[in-house]
């Protein structure tokens, strides 16, 4: 079943990363907690009246199978932690079954991305921009606001909900083009620690399921990026990959751990660069394999 947009527009999408590429695109990945599918948005810049442009997908890992769950601009979607529903941005948070019903606005404030269920399912973590910017906590039990930093986003949960991963801009740098580090916070008491002291854009940190281990992508300038992976605590910082393109195309990596925190789901171009696909990876760098095609 594919959702309708009666009472939700989902085409009124702001945030930091523009959703402008030139090719078609699978990006925003997000592994389901049972491993068997992989939630992702799907861009087609060249779609005509008889192809959909933009969407949020599922993907069966058994059998390669894609599956349109809903139209429209549904970004960076993430799963609750019992695997009942999606999350996602446009514009607002909304929430969707798997299998595209009950379609649900959950926040109002307008231009918020980057959503993250919390592991006890109680709240949901996610970047605002705009009045208000910075990261926020919407509790869903009585569906209250919290502004939880400055600056923060996009983050990320640890496996127990005590702490949170985030990557902090350069103050007073342009949002989209700021260098930015990646940090660790207490969810209770806001005290934060610096991980990544590089000289490169880093963002979107994935927590593996395990607790054990950091992913994140660096924006190293020009055509160039990379997927690296470190501990929990900032040590044994290595590159996974390295993404050198040829093309001028809008890349975003954001990565998501497999549930039994060996392998990262991650988007990059295909071998000729003529569109974004999903690829996988194990931590210890082995078995690059592309997922879509």
Request: aromatic share 10%; charged share 20%; proline share 6%.
């Amino acid at each position: 079943m594919v959702t309708s947009f009666i009472g939700c527009n989902l085409t009124d999408t702001y945030e930091l990363d523009p959703e402008v590429v030139s090719v078609p695109a699978d990006e925003h990945p997000a592994w389901s907690p049972d491993g068997r599918y992989i939630a992702f948005n799907h861009i087609n810049p060249a779609a005509d009246e008889n192809t959909s442009s933009r969407g949020l997908y599922l993907l069966n890992l058994e059998n390669g199978e894609r599956r349109l769950i809903i139209e429209g601009s549904a970004r960076n979607p993430d799963w609750s932690p019992d695997g009942e529903w999606i999350i996602f941005n446009s514009g607002d948070i909304f929430k969707i079954r798997p299998n595209g019903t009950e379609l649900t606005r959950l926040t109002g404030q307008g231009m918020s991305f980057f959503p993250r269920w919390s592991p006890d399912g109680n709240t949901i973590s996610y970047g605002k921009s705009g009045t208000g910017s910075g990261l926020w906590f919407f509790h869903l039990p009585d569906s209250t606001y919290q502004r939880f930093g400055f600056g923060a986003s996009p983050a990320d949960w640890s496996p127990d909900g005590t702490h949170i991963v985030y990557s902090a801009l350069d103050q007073f740098e342009d949002p989209v083009s700021a260098r930015g580090q990646i940090w660790v916070a207490d969810t209770a008491n806001t005290v934060s620690t610096q991980l990544t002291t590089n000289k490169y854009r880093n963002r979107h940190a994935s927590w593996s399921p395990d607790g054990n281990w950091i992913t994140w992508p660096t924006d190293k300038g020009g055509r160039s990026s990379g997927l690296n992976v470190m501990r929990a605590d900032g040590s044994g910082q290595k590159e996974l990959l390295a993404i050198e393109l040829d093309n001028t195309i809008n890349l975003r990596i954001r990565p998501s751990w497999s549930p039994d925190s060996e392998r990262i789901v991650f988007s990059k171009p295909n071998a000729d660069e003529s569109k974004i696909v999903l690829w996988t990876i194990n931590r210890d760098r082995s078995g690059l394999e592309q997922l879509t095609f």
